[in-house]
T-cell receptor, first 113, second 113 residues
Framework: DTAVSQTPKYLVTQMGNDKSIKCEQNLGHDTMYWYKQDSKKFLKIMFS???????INETVPNRFSPKSPDKAHLNLHINSLELGDSAVYFCASSQDRGMGKLFFGSGTQLSVL | DQQVKQNSPSLSVQEGRISILNCDYT??????FLWYKKYPAEGPTFLISISSIKDKNEDGRFTVFLNKSAKHLSLHIVPSQPGDSAVYFC????????????FGGGTRLMVKP
């Protein structure tokens, strides 16, 4: 039973399209995150939600909009996709923003053509 | 400006020997450090952590050392096993920054049988 699951695992789409990535955690954690791993393999935080409330919003284009319908779900919607959005996106969760110990999903490989 | 750096992109070690992975940081406000391990097509998984009030933390074959004056930490794996072959990410957080994790670029460890 996967702790943090995200779908889809692979997403290939054309420039200009709108797409969503879904994430669910069954750990009972209060905080969820979206990270982006770019072509240089650095993992960078995009957003963090605590109990459905946005607490971290790094410098991310406003084409990216997170949605948290409840504390077990954090979805990422991307409008007007660009070539530079191609990356691996990881969802993660933690208890009480706690001490950096995050549980990650397996990632979504987004390819924008 | 990378606040957490892993200067060795890759490391190759013989099975049974020690693996030493290094990490440097620049932000003196970091007070908690973690190592994550990542296999291909999977998300990073937490391995071991250390608080800035300690200089060593051990968990089985894994030991993390922290040298605050040098702003350097290292992960020792003894003895190395082929199953340890993965990418290892160093990460750091600061309590006054909401425990947001800053990751290094990763080091690929290859343990040869």
């Amino acid at each position: 039973d996967t702790a943090v699951s995200q779908t889809p695992k692979y997403l290939v789409t054309q420039m200009g399209n709108d797409k969503s990535i879904k994430c669910e955690q069954n750990l009972g954690h209060d905080t969820m995150y979206w990270y982006k791993q770019d072509s240089k393999k650095f993992l960078k935080i995009m957003f963090s939600y605590n109990n459905k409330e946005l607490i971290i919003n790094e410098t991310v284009p406003n084409r990216f909009s997170p949605k948290s319908p409840d504390k077990a779900h954090l979805n990422l919607h991307i409008n007007s996709l660009e070539l530079g959005d191609s990356a691996v996106y990881f969802c993660a969760s933690s208890q009480d923003r706690g001490m950096g110990k995050l549980f990650f999903g397996s990632g979504t490989q987004l390819s924008v053509l | 400006d990378q606040q957490v750096k892993q200067n060795s992109p890759s490391l190759s070690v013989q099975e049974g020997r020690i693996s030493i992975l290094n990490c440097d940081y620049t932000n003196s406000m970091f007070d908690y450090f973690l190592w994550y391990k990542k296999y291909p097509a999977e998300g990073p998984t937490f391995l071991i952590s250390i608080s800035s009030i300690k200089d060593k933390n051990e968990d089985g074959r894994f030991t993390v050392f922290l040298n605050k004056s040098a702003k350097h930490l290292s992960l020792h794996i003894v003895p190395s096993q082929p199953g340890d072959s993965a990418v290892y990410f160093c990460a750091a957080s600061a309590r006054n920054a909401g425990n947001m994790l800053t990751f290094g670029g990763g080091t690929r460890l290859m343990v040869k049988p």
